[in-house]
């Protein structure tokens, strides 16, 4: 059988299990009835929820058709490397019952997918068998670890966006706390001021007063902060709020304490970025911009010293 062929077959299947969990269209006529009523922008907008809403279910019937099949050859037997990995999803800020399973399952997904690729570039390159195997593996190996890459960027990406937007959030939360807010308080109403500036830690503070509203102690809260976030400055701050609450000192004097350190790290950390441009410069500068330079300054000399050798022999 056709490499091409195999591969049609494999389109086609997937197109008709997608079509057939599709669900049907079937709010048309009230849609239309709707907007012939003059109802036309709440009618668009429940028209994008439908979709929306759609879209999630399809997605979701897909998962959970392929995720326990895919999950197999990747199922860490171990709890503890479960937990592990289920606290670098939500370091991602993959908070999801599901997170760890669909990753695991796209991990299977993803090699196949680049296996069946290397298999159609070696067999359009015509390599023979056994390099054909090599290169098969070698994108099976590659898609298996690019969800690991992925979501190694993810928590980079961020732990940053955490860490840029804490000394403001910090700032907040002094001046909630000096007005009269309790701690808990002041961490809702700073979340919900934060959100359109630094959503990932407005929301990593909105998970803190959930669990807090569900009883969990502040300080095992503020802990579960620490974890998730895997930040050294978020840490700092929280022992120092359990220990200004453990001696009775004032929160709002170590929150402004902490923020201004924050600050002060923050700039010596653009700083340092500053000073590296320099080093990192070089490289590009010796292999790209010096060669053009001396091009141009030394390559007239040069043809005009190769032209008056070329007419007098007698200097050879």
């Known amino acids: 059988m056709s490499l091409y062929l195999l591969g049609a077959m494999v389109v086609v299947s997937i ?43 399809v997605a979701k019937r897909v998962m959970k058709t392929v995720a326990p099949i895919a999950i197999r050859p990747v199922m860490k037997q171990d709890a503890e490397e479960m937990s592990k990995l289920r606290m670098r999803l939500a370091t991602a800020g993959y908070h999801g019952e599901n997170a760890p399973t669909t990753f695991l399952a796209s991990k299977t997904v993803v090699a196949i997918c680049f296996g069946v690729a290397a298999a159609g570039f070696a067999w359009a390159k015509g390599y023979p068998l056994p390099t054909a195997v090599g290169v098969i593996m070698i994108g099976a190996g590659v898609g298996f670890l690019a969800p ?50 630094h959503p990932v830690l407005a929301e990593e503070l909105q998970l803190v ?58 700039r010596q950390a653009a700083e340092e970025r500053a000073q590296k441009t320099t080093v990192k410069l070089m490289a590009p500068l010796i292999l790209f911009i010096f060669p053009a330079i001396l091009v141009v300054l030394a390559g007239p000399a040069a043809l005009k010293m190769i032209e008056t050798l070329s007419n007098t022999p007698g200097l050879l």
């Open 15 to 57: 197109v008709l299990v997608v079509y057939a969990l599709w669900p049907r269209p079937d709010q048309e006529g009230e849609t239309i009835k709707r907007r012939m009523t003059g109802r036309k922008a709440q009618a668009q907008a429940q028209v994008r929820a439908v979709r929306q809403k759609a879209a999630e279910s």
């Open 148 to 197: 690991d890459l992925w979501l190694k960027s993810g928590i980079s990406k961020r732990m940053e966006q955490i860490r840029h937007g804490l000394p403001d959030t910090l700032d907040m939360l002094v001046i909630s706390v000096e007005s009269g807010l309790g701690l808990d308080a002041a961490f809702q109403r700073v979340g919900e001021e934060m959100r359109s500036v």
């Open 209 to 266: 007063t959930l669990e807090a509203q569900m009883g969990i102690p502040r300080a095992e809260a503020l802990t579960n902060l620490a974890t998730r976030t895997g930040l050294d400055e978020v840490r700092s701050l929280v022992a120092i709020i359990n220990q200004a609450e453990r001696f009775g000192t004032s929160i709002a004097r170590a929150l402004r304490n902490q923020s201004d350190a924050l600050r002060v790290k923050r």
